[in-house]
T-cell receptor
Framework: DTEVTQTPKHLVMGMTNKKSLKCEQHMGHRAMYWYKQKAKKPPELMFVYSYEKLSINESVPSRFSPECPNSSLLNLHLHALQPEDSALYLC???????????????FGEGSRLTVL | QQQVKQSPQSLIVQKGGISIINCAYENTAFDYFPWYQQFPGKGPALLIAIRPDVSEKKEGRFTISFNKSAKQFSLHIMDSQPGDSATYFCAAGGGSWGKLQFGAGTQVVVTP
């Protein structure tokens, strides 16, 4: 099993809604990531979890709240989002290596979020 | 500040031709240089990667050339096929936690 699975594939929400994005991997990877990608742009790092602990927060607004319940699951809780938050949200995982994580990112197909 | 500069922004190549994408970096601490391929509506997929102890790596029709002294690396797609039409991102990373810096991306179109 070499997949990172993200649900839902598409999400439309209003600015007052609360929703969550989910990500799952069963490759034994111990680092998991959330990226945001706008059209025709590279992925932008949001959060990194390493061994279920938040290790990097790229100054993301608090309306995005990550959670890593266990080594296979990663959630992104969304609340009071703005229309400019509409984007493709990508989850990725990375295998452990000799010097921590290898940096080899395995991406899911993403959740396309539209905020009205 | 963009730590990895990628060019060209877009590229049109005929079937059977060679596609060449170039990237340059500043941070000498980078020690991992992957290329990702992304099709519309899909997540990026790791295509090929190189570390600075080698100057070239080839996997099938895809080759990375790496010039450590010039701090540049490039992707060559030989015998380009219409199925190679995608956006390609170079990236650079270093340290333990896999925090990659991505280039801006190159949209490659291979015409039949």
């Amino acid at each position: 099993d070499t997949e990172v699975t993200q649900t839902p594939k598409h999400l439309v929400m209003g600015m007052t809604n609360k929703k969550s994005l989910k990500c799952e991997q069963h490759m034994g990877h111990r680092a998991m990531y959330w990226y945001k990608q706008k059209a025709k742009k590279p992925p932008e790092l949001m959060f990194v979890y390493s061994y279920e602990k938040l290790s990097i927060n790229e100054s993301v607004p608090s309306r995005f709240s990550p959670e890593c319940p266990n080594s296979s699951l990663l959630n992104l809780h969304l609340h009071a989002l703005q229309p400019e938050d509409s984007a493709l949200y990508l989850c990725a995982s990375s295998p452990p290596g000799l010097a921590g994580n290898t940096g080899e990112l395995f991406f899911g197909e993403g959740s396309r979020l539209t905020v009205l | 500040q963009q730590q990895v500069k990628q060019s060209p922004q877009s590229l049109i190549v005929q079937k059977g031709g060679i596609s060449i994408i170039n990237c340059a970096y500043e941070n000498t601490a980078f020690d991992y240089f992957p290329w990702y391929q992304q099709f519309p509506g899909k997540g990026p997929a790791l295509l090929i990667a190189i570390r600075p102890d080698v100057s070239e790596k080839k996997e099938g029709r895809f080759t990375i050339s790496f010039n450590k002294s010039a701090k540049q690396f490039s992707l060559h797609i030989m015998d380009s096929q219409p199925g190679d039409s995608a956006t390609y991102f170079c990236a650079a990373g270093g340290g333990s936690w896999g925090k990659l810096q991505f280039g801006a991306g190159t949209q490659v179109v291979v015409t039949p």
